[in-house]
Nanobody, 126 residues
């Protein structure tokens, strides 16, 4: 089992950058694939980015490709989401999540993630 705690959200102007962090508890961090999801008011939670256990493979939603970068530090039990060129439509609560039996297909599927953080708010002003 793993517990996840996000941090780094806040208010930023359009075009700006921000880095989210997600710290995980437990000694088995490196056995989980990790993902970032977001949920805007009135919308469903959607996939943003995912990274496999080793960190060598990453996956992105089309809406963030080229602007966001996911990375992980298995020694520090932390996953990051670097967000550049932010847009007002990126405004949402951002959640990190962990999946214990990932495949290329399931890493982008919200329902396949077993563990979730509490979320951190990102607001991008125009």
């Amino acid at each position: 089992q793993v517990q996840l705690v996000e941090s780094g959200g806040g208010l930023v102007q359009a075009g700006g950058s921000l880095r989210l962090s997600c710290a995980a508890s437990g000694r088995t961090f490196s056995t989980y694939a990790l993902g970032w999801f977001r949920q805007a008011p009135g919308k469903e939670r959607e996939f943003v980015a995912a990274i496999n256990r080793s960190g060598r493979s990453t996956y992105y939603a089309d809406s963030v490709k080229g602007r966001f970068t996911i990375s992980r530090d298995n020694a520090e039990n932390t996953v990051y989401l670097q967000m550049n060129s932010l847009k007002p439509e990126d405004t949402a609560v951002y959640y990190c999540a962990a999946q214990s039996n990932p495949t290329i297909v399931t890493m982008t599927q919200r329902m396949k993630y077993e563990y979730w953080g509490q979320g951190t708010q990102l607001t991008v002003s125009s």
